[in-house]
């Protein structure tokens, strides 16, 4: 499994940003795919997941500005990241889970919510 995000860049406090990531590849093995997040000095957290039957989660640090979403059609998983703060600035990484439950990662692609 291939993850390829796209969207990251700098926007200021209070504004919205939506990031995609594009999977390919063995597509068919993925359960769940989810966004984590790693600010500077800190460890990677997780921000949202999404199960195949759309079942989501989210950090309670995003909850109610977040949004997660997939478009199976288009194999493409959505972050839409609403009322953004500064400590949303962070590198964002995209993760799918396959059926042996190993983990793939994208590379990462900074939001830098700065006035």
């Known amino acids: 499994v291939q993850l390829q995000p796209f969207g990251g860049g700098l926007v200021q406090p209070g504004r919205f940003l939506r990031l995609s990531c594009a999977a390919s590849?063995?597509?068919?093995?993925?359960?769940?795919m989810g966004w984590y997040r790693q600010a500077p000095g800190k460890q990677r957290e997780l921000v949202a997941t999404?199960?195949?039957?759309?079942?989501?989660n989210y950090a309670d640090s995003v909850k109610g500005r977040f949004t997660i979403s997939r478009d199976n059609a288009k194999n493409t998983m959505y972050l839409q990241m609403n009322s953004l703060k500064p400590e949303d600035t962070a590198v964002y990484y995209c993760?799918?889970?396959?059926?042996?439950?190993?983990?793939?990662w994208g590379q990462g692609t900074l939001v830098t919510v700065s006035s």
């Open positions: 999404i199960t195949n039957p759309g079942r989501t």
């Open positions: 590849g063995n597509i068919f093995r993925i359960i769940s």
């Open positions: 993760n799918a889970v396959v059926l042996t439950r190993t983990d793939y």
